[in-house]
């Protein structure tokens, strides 16, 4: 009788050649490699926030609105990369994703248009209420929204236009095509 090792118990086997099996092929349980870290589970649960395939449009909206609310939590300007994350443009192309043409590829061109004097009303904004929204078709629909903003007297009227990908990677998914003022709100320029 030859012994086999099959997960953690021993097997007996009748022998059918003069040379022992053990000789010629061996496997335990512990001989095979994991290739999933010990804390897989818990990193998955841990993803970076951004676009599900669960969110209807408006909700995407609500959850951008969110972060942008609590921008600066849990780190400085978390809230500009979730808005980055949900963003719909091509980053290796110009995108009128804030109204004018811009090279929005870096993250920190666009963070830096949030902080521009007409979508810092986003940034830790105190009150908002939906004015209108409106589904243009069944893969395009849009909400305008009105800001208070943290500093006196800042009100701002926002249009967020989500896009739902049809095919490709993010099939399915919500993504922002582009938050535009309801004002000139580039009229005195931006340095990105």
């Given at each position: ?29 512990a ?57 719909g ?29 007409s ?29 208070r ?19 490709g ?24």
């Amino acid at each position: 009788m030859e012994t086999l090792c099959l997960g953690s118990s021993l097997v007996y086997a009748p022998s059918h050649s003069s040379k022992p099996l053990s000789h010629r092929f061996r496997a335990c349980a512990a001989d095979i490699p994991d290739f999933l870290s010990a804390d897989w589970l818990e990193s998955r649960r841990k993803r970076p926030f951004g676009p599900r395939l669960s969110f209807s449009a408006e909700e995407a909206v609500t959850y951008q609105l969110d972060a942008l609310m609590f921008n600066d939590q849990p780190r400085p300007d978390y809230g500009i990369e979730v808005m980055y994350r949900f963003a719909g443009f091509d980053p290796f192309e110009r995108s009128t994703y804030f109204g004018p043409f811009f090279d929005l590829g870096q993250f920190e061109r666009f963070r830096r248009i949030f902080h521009h004097s007409s979508y810092r009303v986003l940034l830790g904004h105190r009150e908002r209420k939906i004015l209108s929204s409106l589904n243009v078709n069944e893969n395009c629909y849009k909400q305008r929204v009105w800001i208070r903003g943290a500093r006196p007297d800042e009100e701002e009227v926002f249009q967020f236009t989500m896009v739902q990908r049809v095919g490709g990677s993010w099939d399915g998914y919500w993504l922002t095509e582009s938050v535009l003022h309801d004002g000139d709100s580039f009229s005195g320029g931006v340095a990105y």
